[in-house]
């Protein structure tokens, strides 16, 4: 499966689909960019692969310094949704200060073009800030939830969690060693490793009749996308 194939597809998809939306974000305004941010592995794994692409072993070292772990999200989003499938009480994910992110330069994402899902799709259509809360319509926060599913469905059986947590954890498998050994060896990484979660397989859409006629074709869109040959559907199917 190429993940990071599909990942730019949903991005796409995701962004036409949104576009009618009228935000007011900028380059700049940031108020959001403290908001706790959760990604699944191929998400972060974009980040470190772009991290050594471009050689920012040291830069990158260095924004881990300013990371102050929140309290770790007590479900996944399919977690959350198997909970609601099986009428368990279950804490509601929301979102949560985190804190500044330790990517935010200057008012600005300095991974921008690479930022994961969670924060593409924080808009707002009235500016916002500490005190007023980001405002979007109902059908586009059902969207939103529905693609973080299938992202942490992509990444089942990975690490999923805050993104310092996710990226700390990965730096430690072979494939991305070279910046697990950029990084300082003060056990950063094996707390994050205890921090993050396993993602989970998708149990369905918390998706109510009326959000279907809006977010319908979105999901139609991805799933009928063809990825070398394949359509995601089929690929999420294990076609
Ligand atoms: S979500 Fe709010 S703080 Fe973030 S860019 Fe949009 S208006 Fe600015
Ligand atoms: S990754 Fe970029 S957009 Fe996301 S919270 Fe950090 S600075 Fe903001």
Redesign the pocket.
């Known amino acids: 499966m190429n993940k990071q194939l599909i990942l730019d597809t949903i991005y796409e998809k995701f962004d036409q689909w949104s576009s009618t939306v009228p935000a007011v974000c900028g380059k700049g305004c940031?108020t959001?960019?403290t908001?706790e941010?959760t990604v699944s592995a191929p998400e972060a794994e974009k980040i470190l692969q772009y991290i050594l692409d471009h050689q920012k072993l040291d830069w990158l070292a260095e924004r881990v310094k300013l990371y102050q772990p929140p309290k770790p999200p007590t479900s996944t989003t399919n977690e959350y949704a198997q909970a609601c499938f099986n009428q368990q009480e279950i804490e509601q994910p929301e979102n949560r200060d985190g804190g500044i992110?330790p990517?935010?330069i200057d008012n600005c994402?300095?991974?921008?073009e690479i930022?994961?899902f969670s924060?593409r799709c924080f808009i707002s259509e009235t500016p916002c800030s500490k005190v007023q809360p980001a405002e979007v319509p109902e059908y586009y926060l059902s969207g939103s939830t529905a693609v973080q599913q299938l992202l942490e469905h992509m990444g089942q059986n990975d690490y999923w969690g805050n993104?310092f947590d996710v990226l700390l954890a990965l730096a430690t498998v072979y494939e991305y060693s070279e910046i697990g050994n950029c990084l300082s060896a003060d056990g950063s990484a094996d707390r994050a490793k205890q921090r993050v979660k396993w993602a989970k397989p998708l149990p369905g859409f918390l998706l109510t009749e009326e959000d279907m006629e809006k977010v319908g074709p979105l999901l139609q869109s991805i799933f009928e996308s063809d990825i070398e040959g394949k359509t995601i559907e089929e690929i999420f199917n294990g076609r």
């Open positions: 940031a959001c960019c908001q941010v992110c990517f935010l994402c300095s991974i921008y930022r994961p924060c993104l």
